[in-house]
């Protein structure tokens, strides 16, 4: 997966997850895809992926933080067969 397929599946995934799901989407995101994704640099895929700044960091570093802590529990974890629609 190259960084223009992972800005579009994370696009995807975020615009379809619940309110109230957002951050569990992009853990799940990093659990989903870790492998593939642990070298892409995230501040390349936030850009490719038009993920918003606020006040200069806000909501990038919050995105950086769960997609990091989702590639990590992807050594542990994996996604459930009853995982939500809008993954």
Known sequence: MDVYEA????????????????????????????????????????????IPKVNGQGTRASVDIEVKQGIRLSQYVQLRDDTPDWL
């Open 7 to 50: 800005a579009r599946e994370l696009s995807a995934m975020n615009a379809k997850a619940p309110y109230k799901e957002k951050t569990i989407s992009l853990i799940l995101f990093g659990i989903k895809y870790g492998d593939e994704i642990s070298s892409i640099s995230m501040t390349e895929l936030q850009d490719i992926a038009q």
